[in-house]
């Protein structure tokens, strides 16, 4: 199993700015909307592809932003 770096805030990762592709969330420090990199994982396709393409998103940042999904999931079970 892969052990994930520490979680980082989401808004070091995410940035909404209604200057930047209209106010749709993307990286930060980029202009790639983050709905993109979630079109990617709904196809299959693997992390690399997505970094490859996009390569002013960092991996640290996808994998910061998959850790806060999973910590919302699972802290919204818990709830339930």
Do not use: H
Request: glycine share 4%.
């Amino acid at each position: 199993m892969t052990t994930l770096p520490p979680p980082r805030s989401l808004q070091a990762v995410i940035n909404v700015d209604p200057e930047i592709m209209g106010g749709e969330p993307v990286f930060m420090g980029t202009r790639v909307p983050i709905e993109i990199f979630w079109a990617y994982l709904e196809d299959n396709a693997p992390l690399d592809e997505f970094l490859l393409d996009y390569p002013t998103v960092t991996r640290e940042q996808c994998l910061a932003l998959l850790e806060s999904a999973r910590e919302k999931v699972l802290a919204d079970a818990r709830a339930a």
